[in-house]
Nanobody
Framework: EVRLVESGGGLVQSGGSLRLSCVASGFTFERYVIGWFRQAPGKEREAVSFISPGGGATYYSDSAKARFTISSDNAKSTVHLEMESLKPEDTAVYYC???????????????WGQGIQVTVSS
């Protein structure tokens, strides 16, 4: 059974930090691109950051660059997203997802987690 289990969300003040984690199971971790989308109320789901655990390549959206850092722990099949200097506009449900393709398009992702809430207060 394929599973992506997110943790680490919550409520933080503007300027604060959070660390999201995604533990994967049921598929070959290193073969996939794994990372994060987010969706705020009334908005479309948007790509945030991705990593290829097999090769280390990373992708960051413009909003994530310079503030977020993605990493993988291949021994634990886990991807982390360190988020710093958080802003109220980062408030959203964050979803972990995995794709066999090198892509940032949501429809091309094969597996999804349940999502975790991140709320940044002003």
């Amino acid at each position: 059974e394929v599973r992506l289990v997110e943790s680490g969300g919550g409520l933080v003040q503007s300027g604060g930090s959070l660390r999201l984690s995604c533990v994967a199971s049921g598929f070959t971790f290193e073969r996939y691109v794994i990372g994060w989308f987010r969706q705020a109320p009334g908005k479309e789901r948007e790509a945030v950051s991705f990593i290829s655990p097999g090769g280390g390549a990373t992708y960051y959206s413009d909003s994530a660059k310079a503030r977020f850092t993605i990493s993988s722990d291949n021994a634990k099949s886990t991807v982390h997203l360190e988020m710093e200097s958080l802003k109220p506009e980062d408030t959203a449900v964050y979803y972990c997802a995995a794709s066999l393709e090198r892509t940032a398009v949501a429809s091309e992702f094969d597996y999804w987690g349940q999502g975790i809430q991140v709320t940044v207060s002003s």
